[in-house]
């Protein structure tokens, strides 16, 4: 796991800024993109993958937003992922023991894969999004907007 940045600086996020409407319309014509290092002549294969994780990087960065980088596989402790879901650690357990988010015992302690802690945010944004609408429909449907 890295280290999570709070926030990008104001030139932080210009740059990321730039580099993403650079980014934004690259479409490999193959599994990869071939990207020249600035000052050298060197040229880096990049998997299709790393090129929508670097622009999805640099979307939050640009709206200064902290990023971290969790490999899928790592195991989070209760208070990692208190913190990457912004509440606190009994809370966590409270989802944990209710089913919410898969984990696995290790002693008495419990670890989360990211991979599942991923999969409960986006059950979370969908649940969300979906109740969102719902409202925007009512509001439409009841004359209010």
Not at 28 to 34: K, N, Q, V
Not at 54 to 64: D, F, H, K, Q, S
Request: hydrophobic share 45%.
């Amino acid at each position: 796991m890295s280290a999570a940045h709070d926030q990008p600086s104001v030139v932080e996020q210009e740059q990321a800024r730039q580099a993403l409407q650079l980014l934004r319309d690259v479409d490999p014509a193959g599994e990869t993109l071939d990207v020249t290092v600035a000052g050298t002549s060197e040229s880096v294969h990049l998997p299709r993958a790393a090129l929508d994780l670097i622009r999805e990087v640099l979307a939050n960065m640009a709206a200064g937003q902290g990023v971290t980088v969790v490999p899928a596989h790592a195991e989070l402790t209760t208070q990692q992922t208190a913190q990457m879901l912004n509440v606190s650690r009994p809370h966590v357990i409270k989802l944990l023991d209710e089913g919410h988010i898969e984990y696995r015992m290790v002693g008495r302690h419990r670890r989360i894969l990211a991979s599942s802690l991923l999969a409960y945010q986006r059950t979370q944004l969908g649940s969300s999004r979906a109740a969102a609408d719902e409202l925007a429909a009512l509001t439409e449907d009841l004359g209010l907007y």
